[in-house]
Structure formats: C-alpha cells, structure tokens
C-alpha cells in the first residue's frame, strides 16, 4: 500500500523506485501483490505513464493515509532519537549554495556525523512534497514564500555595488548615486533585477537611477568575475561580494545608501512541509543553519 501511495504520488513506477531505494521491477510487484491481494486492477500501465482505474482512485486515498502515518511515526522516533541519523534531501538556488551554503556543512557534518546531506543546486522552486525534498533555501522578498510552507528565517541579504580598484583608477569613483549614470554597470538583467536602481538614505530624498552597460548576466558569480577584470560596476548580493571585499580585490560604493525597490533587501529562509513531528536530522541542520546566519 505505501509503494502504491508513491506511485500515484509520483506519477510512475521509476521515480517511486528511486525515492524508495528500489528497483522499478520491485515496485511493479510490489503494486501486482496489492492487485492481486485485492482482486483488482487499480493502475492502467503503459510504456509512458500510469494512471489510476476507477476503483484506484477510491482506493489511493486510504493507502496515502497509511503512509502519511508511517512518516510521522518514523519521524517521532526520529525526534526522540539521541543522535539524529539519515540522509536529508536539500534544494538550495545554485549561487547561493556555492557561496554560502556548501560551506556550512563540513562543520555541520563533523558534529553530526550519522546525518548525510544530499544538496541539489537549482535555480527553480522545487515542489518539496512531490519532488521529495526535506529542506529548501529561499530568498525572498516579505509575502513571497509559498503558502503552505513553514519558514524559518536564516538571515538578511542585501544588494551591493562593487568595483574594482583598476576600474576606478580609470574612470573616476562616483561619488553618489546619479553619478552611475555615467558609468558601466554590469547587472542580472531579468524579473525585478532591471536598468532602475532606487536608492534611499537616512535625512535625504529616494534616488532613482537608470544605468547601462555591456554586459547583463543571470548568475551573480558571473556579474563577479567580470567586475573583478575591470569591465565595470557590479550590482551582486553581499554573500556573493564579501570574499573579494575582504581580499580588498573589489571596493564597495555608496555604504550610506540603500538599494529598494527591485533590488532591496531580501530575507533567507529555510522551507520545510508542515509536519506534526519535524525529523531531528532536518532540525539540526536548521539550528546549524540558522546560526551560522547569525554571524553573516
């Protein structure tokens, strides 16, 4: 009955086999045992898909309840465990989880080393439920998250504007704002991330600006790179820049000014499916998380 739960839930016999841990052959009779237990045909097969027969789909909603019930009673004795254990399924947005994120988890592992971490860097917004996922990181402006999620927010990040000393030796440091007009400017270029930057500062007015520039990038690490060779002013997230500011290889422009507007400030969460009992392997992980936000 859980088998059949996970391959209606999945839509086929393969992706139920790989969350499982089983071959596509045992799970074809694992459903063949139910039907035959029963008496009667709940799929209809072929060699694309799976669907439920008219009696499957009364029968589905029972087995899902069984097997929603299995999951919370191994996620109670998972909370009540000593040590918490098992492979936790993790969906983060691939910049941020080369930056940021994969460098969490050695210290995360060195203290819990029973607890694997299976990371998948996408730019997309998984399905948690359906695509099998314990944990996602998002970023998010206030009252974007998917409803139905639970949220913990792990910490602020915010735009900034970088340039490379070589670049400013050559073209002059702008001194404010409306100055960028007459720069190069290197930024994503999609969504919410255009031309406009608006800028507001404590005791004077908004400031909006509209820039230009050679070169847009979808990927923040790429914006990076370049600004790093010289080919202009970077708009990126503060994750990103921080290592080269650091290293004193990039400068940073405007401190007394924020970016709003597209580029304001974002919030990073840490989503899970609501859950009566949250497994101990994916609530260390998000204490771990969530401290090392702390110190961002």
Not at 126 to 140: N, Q
Not at 158 to 183: D, F, K
Not at 194 to 221: A, C, M
Not at 241 to 266: C, K, M, N, T
């Amino acid at each position: 009955m859980l088998v059949f739960a996970k391959v209606v839930d999945l839509r086929g016999f393969a992706p139920a086999a790989r969350q499982l841990g089983l071959t596509t052959s045992a799970v074809s009779r694992a459903v063949a045992r139910l039907e035959s237990h029963l008496g009667v045909k709940l799929l209809n097969r072929t060699t694309r898909s799976v669907s439920l027969t008219e009696l499957g789909a009364e029968v589905y909603p029972g087995c899902a309840r069984i097997a929603q019930t299995a999951r919370e009673v191994s996620a109670l004795a998972g909370r009540y465990a000593m040590v918490p254990q098992g492979r936790v399924r993790v969906s983060a947005p691939t910049v941020f989880g080369e930056v940021w994120l994969a460098r969490q988890l050695p210290a995360f592992l060195a203290r819990w080393p029973e607890v694997e971490v299976d990371l998948t860097l996408i730019d997309r917004m998984v399905d948690l439920a359906d695509e099998g996922y314990d944990l996602a990181i998002r970023i998010a402006t206030p009252g974007s998250l998917s409803p139905g999620l639970v949220a913990r927010a792990l910490f602020e990040m915010s735009y900034r504007l970088v340039a490379a000393p070589a670049y400013l030796a050559a073209h002059g440091e702008p001194q404010s704002p409306p100055e960028l007009a007459t720069h190069r400017c290197i930024y994503l270029g999609y969504g919410p991330f255009q031309d406009r930057l608006d800028f507001e500062r404590d005791g004077h007015e908004p400031v909006s600006v509209r820039v230009r520039g050679p070169l847009t990038i979808n990927n923040s690490k790429g914006i990076l790179s370049t600004v790093e060779a010289g080919l202009g002013i970077g708009i990126v997230p503060d994750f990103t820049s921080a290592e080269a500011l650091d290293g004193q290889r990039l400068r940073s422009l405007f401190p007394d000014w924020r970016l709003v507007g597209g580029y304001g400030v974002r919030t990073v969460h840490a989503v899970y499916s609501p859950s009566r009992f949250l497994p101990q392997k994916v609530r260390v992980l998000i204490d771990h998380l969530a401290a090392a936000g702390s110190a961002h």
